[in-house]
Structure formats: structure tokens, C-alpha cells
């Protein structure tokens, strides 16, 4: 711009001393040689203040586009921090959920527990006599109610017909179990390890399921709900002592009736424990 300027001058003093104009003009010509000077000096200080404001606003760009990375930067560690808190968030929500269930599990077994121990009593309470006379025990066993009949209070040795003392017996104890319809019963006979081979029992495992049927018809007579109770057979498979005494053969050789634990809550809710 300042070659500019000087080239103007330069022309307009040239044709100053051309000596073809008057003083008249050639004062003219100065005073608006001046001018044009002044609106040329004006112009490039304008175009440097112009400049020095570019400079500033690109200057000023630069630092708001670095500052808006860095608050993309941050913008990006703070949404990793909320997802965290999410996730963290949804697993504890997912613990309180099992720790609730695992609660309910447990007041659901304490109750159930609660209710076995009272039949238990009551099952001691009616069957007194036949405990105190040697004809039975009732046991909690893993759980489970267990009533105790040796093989001679109801049957005659290879036999699975009733005798009529084991009749009497098992129809006090159907006055017990029927008072609990909304209970399972399973019928077990067991033998001793001594082999049985006849035409009616080829081994012991025919013999024991025999007796725990023969118990089971005469439950369901004394008006035990047949979808109450069912019948097994383990042979000599379940010793409850060792068979090499007469003492341990004979506490082998009997019947057992059996309360199972309320298998909704345990098929259903104890594998929840677990997780």
C-alpha cells in the first residue's frame, strides 16, 4: 500500500513541474495531492487495524477450538463415569433383587421348618404309647419326618400280609396322617442282606416293595388321600446298621413312612441360594 502511496505522489509531482498548469491549479492540485495522501494513510491504517482484528479472531478461534476439545475430552470422561454409575447402579439393583429373594427363601424354609417340627410333635404326641411300647420311632432325619416300623410288628419273616397287630398299629398312625392332607408321605421297605428267593418275591427287592404296598392300600382304606402317599422299594440297599449281627439285620428289616419336606420350596428356591 505504501508503494502505492508513492507512486501516486510521484505522478502527481511529475505532472506538477510539467509547467503545464497555473499556480492557481498546481495549488489545487496539491492541496488535493493531500487529501488523497491523508484518505490513503487513512485506508492502510484502517487495513492494519482490520488485519490486527483478523488476527485477534483467528487468535481467538484457535483457543475456543482447543477449549472445546478439551471439554469434548472431558464431555467423553464424564459419560464413561455415567455409564459406570449405570452399570453399577443395575448390579446393585440386581444383588438387592437376589439378597430379597435369598430373604424370602429363608423365611419360606424357617416357616417350613417350623411346621415340620410341629407335626413332628404332634406325630410323638398321638403316637406315644406305640413309641413307649417298643412298635415304632419317629425320628427327624435330613430333614424329614421319619416313622420307624420293624419288620415283626408287622409282618411274619418272607412275608408281605399285614399281621393283626401291625393293623392296629398302622391304622392309628393313618388317624395321624390324614389329619395332614396337604402333606406327601412316601412308604419304604427295607430287608436285611440275607437273600429271599420264592415264587412270590425272586429277591429282596419284589419282598420290600410288596410290604410298603400292603402298607400303602391299607393307609389309602383308613382314608389316607391316595395322592398323599406312594410306595417304595430299596431291598437291602438302605441298611440303617451293619447286617453282620442278628441286631443290625433286624433293625435293617423295616418299614418306613416317610413326610416329605415341601418340595416346592425346595426345588424351586434352594438353587437360588446357590447363585
Known sequence: ???????????????????????????????????????????????????????????????????????DVKKLALQEKFYDAQNLLAASQLQLQKSKARLETMRQIEAETKKRNEIYARFVQELQKMIDGGQLTVSIEAGRIVINLPENVLFSSGSAVINANGKIALRQIADVLKEFNDRRFQIEGHTDNVPIKSA??????????????????????????????????FGEYHPRADNETPEGKALNRRIEIIMQPNLDILSSELPKLAQ
Open 1 to 71: 500500500m505504501r508503494k502505492i502511496i508513492t507512486v501516486i505522489l510521484l505522478g502527481a509531482i511529475v505532472f506538477l513541474n510539467s509547467g503545464c498548469v497555473s499556480t492557481k491549479t498546481h495549488e489545487a492540485a496539491l492541496e488535493e495531492l493531500g487529501k488523497t495522501r491523508d484518505s490513503l494513510n487513512f485506508a492502510q491504517t484502517k487495513i492494519e487495524e482490520q488485519s490486527a482484528q483478523i488476527q485477534n479472531n483467528q487468535e481467538e478461534i484457535a483457543r475456543t477450538n482447543n477449549e472445546l476439545m478439551e471439554l
Open 200 to 233: 412270590n418275591y425272586p429277591s429282596n427287592w419284589e419282598l420290600s416293595v410288596a410290604r410298603s404296598l400292603s402298607v400303602l392300600h391299607l393307609m389309602i382304606e383308613e382314608g389316607v388321600e391316595a395322592v398323599n402317599v406312594s410306595a417304595a422299594g
